[in-house]
């Protein structure tokens, strides 16, 4: 038996090279060795949107993002969290074993707080609870998640405890499965790369867009002119080649240090090797785009296989409480 991972992804716009190469390259690869369940968490991307016009075409898009990326709905399930109405079921019940004090502590919840005062929701203090109940309603023994996820892991330990202290063992506890997921700087050299902060290249980009925005990505901020020697470690166009143009990085390196390089170059390359490196994937997506049937097909059967797994645990769940 293969070990089950759960993972979600919150459907907040189509999927750029920072979650490419965070998380879902990775999700790719784990799909030939665990029992995969990924899921495209819609619900949760309403604890922050508070416009919700394009979540439903944001949701579609990213599953044929996900489909292009090589995930392959016959290795793994991929479903999106809403079309499993028994994870909000799940919800409900896991709260009545959570003290509200753990999830008024959650440092992402002050931060939201901090971030969206106008709109502290219920939701946005549950949301660890919810993704609890996405890991558990499956039974997922292991979640893939870089260091810095861990605190969110071990509250949905927390949860796991006292619900099976109080009613007994029906889950296990998710073991945090720690993945070298590299955190990619956006294009503006300073935060993580991210669409809300618009330094991100979105995979689905064409190649025109795609050169356009690595054009503009900071450099070495102390290499003003050209004939300064540059500090490629300090460089975010460089830490872009490692992923991007392996075979020269050395070079690159030695070009930058002795100014024998000039950043305007380096970029135009660092845009041909991002292109070369996405043409295949964009070719996939476009073939997938043009198949609505297929998309459809995966998005039904995909929550067909989670509901069965689903509705198993919450009729366990319930019959535990005293519901059944
Ligand atoms: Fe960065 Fe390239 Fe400019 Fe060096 S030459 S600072 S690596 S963009």
Not at 111 to 136: C, F, S, W
Not at 157 to 166: A, L, M, P, W, Y
Not at 167 to 174: A, K, T
Not at 307 to 313: E, G, L, N, S
Request: hydrophobic content about 40%; aromatic content about 6%.
């Amino acid at each position: 038996m293969k070990k089950r991972v759960f993972s979600g992804i919150r459907p907040t716009g189509r999927i750029h090279l920072g979650n490419y190469l965070g998380a879902v390259q990775n999700y790719v690869a784990m799909q030939d060795e665990y029992d995969c369940i990924y899921s495209v968490v819609d619900i949760h991307a309403l604890t922050t949107l508070e416009d919700t016009h394009l979540l439903k075409d944001n949701v579609r898009e990213q599953v044929i993002d996900l489909l292009a990326a090589g995930l392959d709905p016959d290795k793994c399930i991929l479903f999106v969290q809403s079309h499993v109405p028994e994870v909000t079921e799940l919800f409900t019940l896991l709260g009545m074993a959570t003290p509200l004090s753990w999830l008024l502590r959650v440092p992402t919840f002050k931060e939201k707080v901090r971030l969206q005062p106008h709109n502290v929701n219920y939701g946005l203090v549950g949301y660890p609870v919810l993704m609890t109940a996405d890991i558990v309603l499956y039974k997922a023994e292991a979640i893939p998640v870089g260091e810095d996820q861990l605190p969110h892991l071990e509250l949905a330990r927390e949860i796991v405890r006292r619900f099976n202290e109080h009613f007994g063992p029906i889950f296990l506890e998710p073991q945090g499965k720690l993945t070298n997921f590299p955190m990619v700087v956006g294009l503006d050299g300073r935060d993580k790369m991210s669409k809300s902060l618009n330094n991100h290249i979105e995979l689905a980009a064409t190649a025109e867009e795609t050169l356009k925005k690595v054009m503009s990505a900071v450099t070495d901020p102390a290499r003003r002119l050209r004939s300064d020697p540059g500090h490629p470690e300090v460089c975010n166009v460089y830490k872009l080649h490692q992923h991007f143009s392996p075979e020269v990085i050395e070079n690159i390196a030695v070009e930058c240090r002795s100014a024998a390089r000039g950043c305007v170059d380096c970029k135009k390359q660092l845009g041909a090797a991002i292109n070369a490196y996405l043409t295949p994937l964009r070719a996939r997506r476009a073939e997938i785009a043009a198949d609505q049937a297929y998309v459809d097909k995966v998005i039904r059967e995909g929550a067909a296989k989670a509901q069965a797994i689903a509705k198993v645990t919450i009729t366990e769940v319930k019959q535990r409480m005293g519901l059944l």
